[in-house]
């Protein structure tokens, strides 16, 4: 078995081992140690990485019992020493969004009383899934437990990871029972009995909170009946800090305004954005009520049939608007457009169910066939869409047959 030295010693980042087996894992060459400072994935964590004599160590699993250490290249015969160097920045990153994990998970269920259900440590970020409704956690709250957090962090409280005794178990005010093992985190000074957290684990921990550096929530979703949180700690929350300040700068100088001025900024050009919105869309029903008048009289008899330009984009919002102009006029219509190659169909009568009016539904139905595409809608008004711009004609055409 090997013997793991990041439980003990967290710190250890070198070490001299020998091979007891060479494996493979994945396609990869893999070596079983005597001993290691290399961390497996699991509980959340990724693994470490790092070297191994001379080949780069690009994996590490428990398997079967056997902790494999996937290498780049040949691996060391059996019975071989070779000296092992785990990555710095790797491990310090992994130990400072575990360890910062903790405490975010003690600071809700303290503020909160949300219970952690499941941790990822991703490449960028990391969440925790909480067993809250995300209605319960808004803002306020998220901060509170942020702080709280940050508040474990600044004071440095002492961390001791290690295996207890049943007596020892009982007397600590554990998150959660230990399923595996009793190797315990506790987050406070233990011989003074000031414990502030307490929760089974077998990842790596630094010795004081104060190594996570700081502990930054950046939002939260809904997830199943729970609560997906995201958060970043030490060195991400200063890059995730830089990031959101180039951001926000790309921001202020895209609207010409200082950096403090983009929240109004944005909120008057969404506001005058909306205006004009309501402007184009009063422009447009005046457009097709001008086009509707301009075919009903070009075609005073029999259905209205026309491929038509629409005078910006949304063709098929504008078809609708036209054909219903013509409806509300007593006619039928039945008109398409091309924008960027594809045809568009609108179809229209009027209201009622009087004596001889098509179903436009199934008629533009067969019309968007002839298009390679489809169709549906009501009897007194339908639209559909294909990719043979080129067969337009010939679909109006057929459509507006006994019409």
Not at 40 to 59: F, M, N
Not at 119 to 134: K, N, Q, R, V, Y
Not at 378 to 386: H, V, Y
């Amino acid at each position: 078995m090997t013997e793991r030295l990041y439980l003990d010693d967290p710190d250890r980042l070198t070490f001299e081992a020998r091979v007891v087996g060479v494996r493979t894992l994945a396609g990869r060459p893999a070596v079983v140690l005597d001993r290691t400072a290399f961390y497996p994935e699991g509980g959340g964590q990724p693994a470490d990485r790092g070297r191994l004599g001379g080949a780069a160590v690009v994996d590490v699993q428990e398997v079967d019992g056997e902790l494999l250490h996937a290498l780049e290249g040949a691996p060391p015969e059996a019975g071989a020493p070779v000296p092992g160097e785990v990555d710095a920045v790797r491990r310090r990153d992994h130990l400072q969004q575990h360890h910062g994990q903790h405490l975010l998970s003690a600071a809700f269920e303290a503020t909160a009383g949300a219970h952690t259900v499941s941790f990822h440590l991703g490449a960028e970020t990391c969440s925790i899934d909480l067993d809250a409704p995300a209605a319960s956690l808004g803002e306020e709250r998220l901060r509170a437990a942020e702080a709280r957090a940050n508040d474990l962090v600044f004071r440095d409280l002492p961390v001791t990871a290690r295996d207890f005794e049943p007596a020892e178990l009982a007397a600590l005010p554990l998150r959660k029972a230990p399923e595996k093992g009793a190797r315990i985190v506790v987050v406070g000074d233990l011989a003074r009995g000031e414990v502030v957290d307490a929760s089974p684990c077998g990842g790596t921990h630094p010795r004081r909170t104060g190594a996570v550096g700081a502990v930054a929530v950046l939002g939260a979703q809904r997830w199943g009946a729970g609560t997906r949180v995201e958060f970043v700690c030490g060195a991400r929350a200063v890059r995730a800090l830089a990031e959101a300040r180039g951001r926000l700068a790309a921001a202020a100088a895209a609207l010409r305004c200082a950096p403090a001025e983009v929240p109004a900024a944005t909120a008057r050009l969404a506001a005058e954005s909306a205006q004009r919105r309501k402007d184009l869309d009063r422009l447009a029903a005046a457009l097709a009520e001008g086009e509707a008048d301009r075919l009903a009289a070009a075609q005073p008899a029999g259905a209205v049939r026309a491929v038509l330009a629409p005078p910006a984009p949304g063709a098929a919002g504008y078809l609708r608007a036209v054909a219903s102009g013509l409806a509300a006029r007593g006619r039928v219509a039945f008109l398409g457009a091309v924008e960027e190659g594809r045809a568009s169909l609108a179809f229209a009568r009027p209201r009622g169910a009087g004596p001889g009016l098509p179903d436009m539904g199934a008629r533009v139905r067969e019309a968007a066939a002839r298009l390679g595409g489809k169709g549906g809608g009501a009897p007194d008004l339908a639209q559909g869409s294909g990719p043979d711009a080129a067969a337009l004609e010939e679909a109006l055409a057929a459509a507006a047959r006994g019409a």
